[in-house]
């Protein structure tokens, strides 16, 4: 069952002369994403990976830490007669791992949106952290930071088809570089719960010597979803924030951003980029 993209008839519009045809849309969704059968929080993605993408949320907001904080993750109805929808994930935490210790209806730090202060954002993430990736000894090639973009693009499957989805992918230094996973969707900040979702799964928290490249902007949220996960290196095509920025210099994070062809921009920890 497909149910990334779907397709619509348009008017296309040029030099005055219209004409009828088929497009391909990236479908958006809504994903609620409960604890125990307690609804938690609900998003907007392309469906695939969600239990991927619920995982990596809860390690990105510090309920989990690890894959053994998980015991099962499972669709679920929505309490109504209509057939499962799949657009509701219920996650069931290990026995000795605590709930949310605030009210589940609250708006979590990591949304770029929530109204809290800087210095709060940077304090919560620093403090509920449990890897410190500024401890991490990698370094990586200049040569092959501006390689990863064009392996990213020949990856996006999906925005090839509907120019739609962002992306994220997960490169390991230790393993010369290698392009590990890949993830779209509608929502950047999806697409990198993904990956770390992933990784997740495969017991490979904390992301110790990789690269987490993003194919748009590096926003304090992804910003602070690498740094919870444990990553080094964050790399972005397109502009950072102000409070990525100072993130990155807290947490001791390298921050690349601006990274297209031969050229980046390096926000933070300059010394794991080697020539």
């Known amino acids: 069952m497909s149910r990334i993209t779907q397709r619509r008839r348009v008017s296309r519009l040029v030099a005055g002369e219209v004409t009828q045809r088929p497009e391909t849309l990236a479908v958006e969704e809504p994903l609620e994403i409960r604890l125990g059968g307690a609804p938690l929080t609900v998003t907007m993605r392309t469906p695939g990976s969600d239990v991927e993408l619920a995982q990596g949320f809860l390690l990105s907001e510090g309920i989990i ?18 057939p499962n929808s799949y657009n509701v994930l219920d996650v069931t935490l290990a026995p000795d791992v605590p709930p949310p210790a605030v009210d589940i209806s609250r708006n979590f730090y990591a949304s770029s949106s929530c109204g809290i202060c800087g210095k709060a954002s940077l304090d919560a993430v620093r403090l509920a952290s449990r890897y410190r990736p500024g401890d991490d000894p990698v370094q990586v090639s200049a040569a092959a ?54 990784a997740l799964e495969r017991r490979r928290i904390p992301l110790s010597g990789t690269v987490l490249l993003v194919s748009g902007r590096a926003s304090f949220e992804l910003t602070q979803k690498a740094v919870m996960a444990g990553v080094p290196v964050l790399a972005a095509v397109s502009a950072p924030s102000s409070l990525a920025v100072d993130l990155a210099g807290e947490c001791g994070l390298t921050l690349v951003a601006f990274l297209r062809g031969d050229s980046m921009n390096i926000y933070s920890r300059a010394d794991r980029i080697i020539d």
């Open 145 to 198: 930071l501006t390689a990863m973009p064009d392996q990213l693009r020949a990856a996006q499957d999906v925005f090839a088809s509907t120019g739609g989805l962002h992306a994220a992918a997960l490169f390991d230094i230790t393993a010369g570089g290698a392009m590990q996973v890949v993830r779209e969707d509608i929502g950047r900040h999806n697409a990198v719960d993904k990956v770390i979702g992933w």
């Open 65 to 82: 830490g690890g894959r053994d904080d998980v015991v099962s993750a499972r669709y679920c109805g929505d309490d109504s007669e209509a």
